[in-house]
């Protein structure tokens, strides 16, 4: 069983900087897809970023030019780093992980680490 936790998580300025954690633990996870989920208070959770175990990244519109995300297969972490925080980027962050040879859906979450932007 695969179990995912997020860190990095705080309370940050407008215009600040957080890196977000998503460390993997049960396997190895060089062969998944990766990504990076939001849930703004009283919204439903949306998507950020993804990465594919190739390397190829997306990401919505809202975040590009301001995140990145990479990961470190060695650590079986993932890294979201925000830049340029905006207080429309609070919210839970959580990391999600595909099985291997699906095409969609996350099969695995972590708990959620709190991102809060103050303006």
């Known amino acids: 069983q695969v179990q995912l936790v997020e860190s990095g998580g705080g309370l940050v300025q407008a215009g600040g900087s957080l890196r977000l954690s998503c460390t993997a633990s049960g396997r190895t996870f060089s062969r998944n897809n990766v990504g990076w989920f939001r849930q703004a208070p009283g919204k439903e959770r949306e998507l950020a970023v993804t990465?594919?175990?190739?390397?190829?990244?997306y990401y919505t519109d809202s975040v590009k030019g301001r995140f990145t995300i990479s990961r470190d297969n060695a650590k079986n972490t993932v890294y979201l780093q925000m830049n340029n925080l905006k207080p429309e980027d609070t919210g839970v962050y959580y990391c999600?992980?595909?099985?291997?040879?699906?095409?969609?859906?996350?099969?695995?979450w972590g708990q959620g680490t709190q991102v809060t932007v103050s303006s």
């Open positions: 990465m594919n175990w190739t390397g190829g990244t």
């Open positions: 999600a992980l595909r099985e291997i040879g699906r095409n969609s859906g996350w099969d695995y």
